[in-house]
Structure formats: structure tokens, C-alpha cells
């Protein structure tokens, strides 16, 4: 059973270690000084291995040099224990490179980036630290807030904090293109990142954690096109919600292009949460691409997407961890899909690779269109008894579904409670399950209730041996069965069918 601490637990380790090996040199309780012309060659040429620099870089040096970046000095009674929002504020109202010493700045208000080209830059997350103070719902740090939007602006190397804060969130980004927030750490927080406008935003290397609030991060715009946003990235880091009830990542309105590359979500309630509140038939979330996302410890659902398009999840583990301390054990399904109709009409959904499972009802609950599974370990399910929920259930609006290769069965080392591999429901079509390994379900294979389409080819049954058939298989009748509803008899080696009124004999 993996543990939430241990992700969490390196992460800070290496947040740690990069901020004392920056902050070694110079020492934590001044700024270093400007480099000279000759170091600033030095550095650059020992960037690209031409040499070592003649002295030990700070981030903040990176930052005057790299983005070549004129700015603010801050007094030198900065960070000392007083209020430091005003003094901060002009300094960012100018522009250019704002260097934090590594000290603990204290704000009262709000930081405020409203011009472009800025770049707020501390010393790594164990060297400054942006402390929010007041019982106030007031974001920490808002960039942008305006009319139009901020560019090319940088946040790097801080640790924000607003314990006491009973709204807003420690960052929100209001208007932002090109935005790049880097080596941070957040939490405790109310909301942590909120992002409403913004197009082209990179966060790397972070840290969010202690959320009280609703989400970690909330990426949504408008369900039109005046406030549109596009391309939101995420690069190697955490979202843990320390089981407070939070969500973890939320999608919704007209926003498009997510990528999540070596992201864990854990102990969220939502982990991934995908919506279309607007129900809007042409501006909803569209364009996810996660590769390598870990879910652990979603107390609801792991996955939950109610609307959208084009949803490509690449070598990802997603579980529940039903049961595990501190998840309480009253989570649902696993990755829900929902169709959305009339709206969005959620469809292209790609999962290839990886596990999904671990959860009190199903792994899969799939009632959407266009829906490609390959190669997948699907496992775990029905925790909350046994035969009380399948592996995967194909709703009745889901079309289009290939399921091919991978395992919807028995995970060793669990209990095996599921009912069946899949079960159709009526009114699904087009489904094509090939090549499965569906050993180890109570009941059997597959449930077929549809009078649609349905092709099951290959596969391995619960005698290892390869399925001879095409249709679910039991020992007798189901009870309350659909007209239509098909199954082999195990026991007479008869397939038989219910007309509505009768079973029949089909072979």
C-alpha cells in the first residue's frame, strides 16, 4: 500500500537541498552583491561548460543575468519582521527584477504583479519565504487583475504561506501570457493557484500542499471567447491535499491545452476534476494531455470528466487507495466519464498504459462516446463488498469504445470482489473488447445487455484458457434482466437470451 507521505516528503527534501546549496555562499540575510561584467561571462560561459564562474551564483544573479533584467533593490530593513506589502509593491510597480532576500517577508494585503516584464525572484524555497498574515480573504500574490493582460513575467525560487486566510488563494492569476512560476512552494493556503485568463503559463518544480479551502488549482474562463484561456502547463510536482476535502485540479469554461508531466494529485477529493457548468456546446475544456500523473488517496473520484474533448492520459497511475489511512474508505468510482449530451457531448478520451483502480465501485465508469483503452491494468474494484460493482461499466450513451489488451481482472494481492470484467449496459453500441485478460471476476467476463453492437475477440477467462465465446458467462438467469439480454450457461453449455417475456434458447 503506498503511503501520501513519501512523494511529498522528497519533494520538500529536494526543495530543501536546491535552496541551501543556492543560499551557501552568500549567506541568507543579505543580497548578494551585482556581479561584474567579467563574472557575469564567467557564469554564463561555466553554464555552458566553458569553465567554472569565479563565484558561487545565487538565484537572484540568474535572474539579472538570464532574463537580462534591470530592476528594484529593496531596503535593506526588507524582510526584517515588519509589514512588508508597500515596500514590495512599489518595487514590483516599476518592473523588471525584484530580488526577495532569504528572509521571511511579511504581507499584510496583496503583492500585485501588474507589469509586464517582471520577475519577483527569491532565494529557493528554504531561503524565502512570503508569509500572508491576516484573517482576511485577500489573495497573496495577484498577477495581473487589469484590462489587459501582463507578459513574460516570472515568479521563482519562494515559499508562500497564509495560514490564517480564509479565502482568495496564496496565487491568482488574473490576466497573464507567458508566465513562468518556478522552484515555489505553497501551503498552508486557502485556495492555492487560481488561474482565470491567462495563455501560455508554465509552473515547474513546485510544491502546493496544505490546502483548507476548495482546490488546489482552479484553471476556468468564461464559456465564450473574451476571456479565453489557453495552454496551462505543469512540470514535476505535487498537489496534496492532506485529506481536508479539497479538490485538486479543477477545468471548466473555455479553457484549453493542459499538459501534466510528472504530477502527483494526493489525498485530494478530486483528484482531476473536468466540468462544463456552463453546459456549453462550443467553449469547454478540450486538449488534456497527462503523462506520468499519479493519483493517490482521492477520497471521491480519482478522475471525473463531465464535458469536454480530446482527454489523453499516458502511463498514469490512478487509485483511490481505498481504505488506506487517513482516505476513509467512502470514495465511488475510480475515472468517471460522463456524456454531457446536448452540451459538449464528452468524447475522444485515449488512456494507454498504466493502472486505474483501487476504489470502493468501479475502475471505469464509462458512459460517454469514442472512448480508447490500451493496454491498461484496470484492477480493484468493487471494495465496498464483493460482486457488488464490475470493473468497467459501459453506460448507456457510451459509443465507439475499444477496449485492447492490458488486464480488467484480479489484482494479486487484493481481494477479488468484482462482479465482472465489463458489463454493457443497454442502449451502449459499437464496443469492441479484444485481447483481455478478465481472470479472476466472480461472475464472469463480460455482461452484455445491449441489443448494440458488441465484439469480444480473445481474451484470457477465469480457467487461463481462451474465451470461447462471445457473450458474458454464468450459472444461471440473472434476475430483472433488459429484453435482449444474452449469456452463456455455464452449466448447460447453452447460450440463452430474454425476448421480455421469456428466456430463449440461442444455441
Known sequence: MRRL????????????????????????ASRAPALTGAEQINLQQGAQGGGA????????????????????NLSGSACTGGDDTDEINAALAKGGLVALPGRTCIISGTLNVTQSSTHLVGKGVGGTFIRCVGSSGADCIRIGGQSKQVYNTTIEGVYVVAPSRVGGACIDIDGAANLLISRFALGPCFNSVS????????????????VKGDYGLLWTSPANDTRRSDVLILNDGVINALYSGADGLILDGMVQTL??????ILGARHALWVRNTARSTSHFPAFVFAN?????????????IDGGAEFHFTNSDLSNTSGSPGQGGADTDCFIVNPDLGASVTRNIFVTGGRVGNCQQRAMNINARDVHITGVNVHSASKEGRSA??????????????VTGGKIAYEFGDPANASYGVVVD??????ALTGINFSGNLQGEVLNQTRGSVNITGGIGHDNAPMPIYLGQRNSDPTSPQPGTCYHNTLSSHGRCWTGASWVQIY
Not at 564562474?53 to 528594484?72: E, H, K, M, W, Y
Not at 460493482?389 to 475499444?402: C, T
Not at 443497454?426 to 464496443?431: D, L, S
Open 53 to 72: 564562474p569565479s563565484r558561487v551564483a545565487t538565484i537572484s544573479d540568474l535572474g539579472a543575468v538570464l532574463l537580462g533584467a534591470s530592476g528594484t
Open 426 to 431: 443497454p442502449g451502449a453500441t459499437n464496443v
Open 259 to 264: 499538459r501534466l508531466n510528472g504530477v502527483s
Open 5 to 28: 507521505a513519501t512523494p511529498i516528503v522528497a519533494a520538500c527534501l529536494a526543495a530543501a537541498s536546491f535552496a541551501n546549496a543556492q543560499t551557501s555562499a552568500t549567506g541568507t
Open 195 to 210: 488561474d482565470t485568463w491567462s495563455n501560455n503559463v508554465v509552473l515547474e518544480h513546485f510544491v502546493i500542499q496544505g
Open 389 to 402: 460493482y464490475p470493473q468497467v461499466e459501459l453506460g448507456p450513451n457510451a459509443v465507439d469504445i475499444d
Open 292 to 304: 506520468d500523473l499519479e493519483v493517490d488517496g482521492a477520497t471521491l473520484v480519482s478522475v471525473q
